[in-house]
């Protein structure tokens, strides 16, 4: 354990290593964090994130694991506290878009079970587990919390990539269930729901949904970048708001506003 635990907090970030991961990951060691990440490949961008946090100030835990599988939770979860002695946020940011976009007449188990297992029921478990071990600790403990990241998508209806749609709707619902759940031992849980962002994850799309935010698709006429989601997470985990729990927090250049 790290003697700095007793004045730094720990979090964990799935899928950490680029991305929308590393952006939150930055942010939170520089909000005072010391960072367990999580993500399924320990590669030259697992190694430069965690030389980047390390140059923010932040001690840094890596595991290598797969959140689809199960055994891969209470790894995590031991992994924090025998580094950090503590955990204060966990942030679900792991997840996979679809293979390849197409008819929803043509989405298989296979792809249905891939995308489900990752994106809803390993987010939904590693929750649990964490949230076993937070009760645990008593409800001393103040600002603890829990994000999870869902997408603008758990309501925009996109018919050719609907298994995603259906994983980032149920991790709407699971949000607001560990809520319920947690708040009173004063563990809160947000949704997170990133729309357009500039990521490896969108760069299939970038040409086709650039031309449309030109052309007014968003308020906001820009893409979102990584850091905008991570300055949301960042305030949330910063326990400065303590009487909110259960909200979903949409960082979408106002895509999701109804309009006429």
Same mark, same amino acid.
């Given at each position: 354990?790290?003697?700095?635990?007793?004045?730094?907090?720990?979090?964990?970030?799935?899928?950490?290593?680029?991305?929308?991961?590393?952006?939150?990951?930055?942010?939170?060691?520089?909000?005072?964090?010391?960072?367990? @990440?999580? *993500?399924?490949?320990?590669?030259?961008? $697992?190694?430069?994130?965690? /030389? +980047?946090? %390390?140059? !923010?100030?932040?001690?840094?835990?890596?595991?290598?694991?797969?959140?689809?599988?199960?055994?891969?939770?209470?790894?995590?979860?031991?992994? @924090?506290? *025998?580094?950090?002695?503590?955990?204060? $946020?966990?942030?679900?940011? /792991? +997840?996979? %878009?679809? !293979?390849?976009?197409?008819?929803?007449?043509?989405?298989?188990?296979?792809?249905?079970?891939?995308?489900?297992?990752?994106?809803?029921?390993?987010?939904?478990?590693?929750?649990?587990?964490?949230?076993?071990?937070?009760?645990?600790? +008593?409800?001393?403990?103040?600002?603890?919390?829990?994000?999870?990241?869902?997408?603008?998508?758990?309501?925009?209806?996109?018919?050719?990539?609907?298994?995603?749609?259906?994983?980032?709707?149920?991790?709407?619902?699971?949000?607001?269930?560990?809520?319920?759940?947690?708040?009173?031992?004063?563990?809160?849980?947000?949704?997170?729901?990133?729309?357009?962002?500039?990521?490896?994850?969108?760069?299939?799309?970038?040409?086709?949904?650039?031309?449309?935010?030109?052309?007014?698709?968003?308020?906001?006429?820009?893409?979102?970048?990584?850091?905008?989601?991570?300055?949301?997470?960042?305030?949330?985990?910063?326990?400065?708001?303590?009487?909110?729990?259960?909200?979903?927090?949409?960082?979408?250049?106002?895509?999701?506003?109804?309009?006429?």
């Amino acid at each position: 354990m790290s003697d700095r635990s007793v004045s730094r907090r720990a979090a964990i970030v799935t899928g950490g290593r680029r991305g929308i991961g590393r952006a939150i990951a930055y942010a939170l060691a520089e909000g005072g964090f010391d960072l367990l @990440v999580n *993500d399924i490949r320990e590669d030259e961008l $697992a190694v430069e994130t965690v /030389a +980047g946090l %390390q140059a !923010r100030g932040a001690e840094v835990e890596f595991v290598c694991g797969d959140i689809a599988q199960h055994d891969t939770h209470q790894r995590i979860v031991d992994a @924090v506290y *025998d580094r950090f002695g503590r955990l204060d $946020a966990l942030v679900n940011n /792991a +997840g996979v %878009q679809v !293979r390849k976009r197409g008819d929803l007449l043509d989405v298989t188990p296979e792809r249905f079970d891939e995308v489900l297992n990752i994106n809803l029921r390993g987010t939904f478990f590693l929750t649990q587990t964490v949230a076993r071990r937070m009760l645990a600790d +008593g409800s001393g403990e103040s600002g603890r919390s829990i994000v999870v990241l869902s997408s603008s998508n758990a309501h925009l209806v996109s018919a050719e990539k609907g298994e995603y749609c259906i994983s980032k709707c149920g991790l709407s619902m699971m949000a607001k269930l560990f809520a319920l759940r947690l708040a009173r031992a004063g563990i809160s849980v947000y949704e997170i729901q990133p729309g357009l962002i500039r990521t490896d994850m969108t760069a299939e799309v970038r040409e086709m949904y650039g031309a449309m935010i030109e052309q007014g698709l968003s308020p906001v006429p820009r893409w979102g970048e990584p850091e905008d989601v991570a300055r949301a997470v960042a305030t949330l985990v910063s326990g400065l708001i303590p009487f909110a729990t259960g909200n979903a927090i949409s960082i979408d250049g106002g895509l999701m506003i109804p309009r006429l």
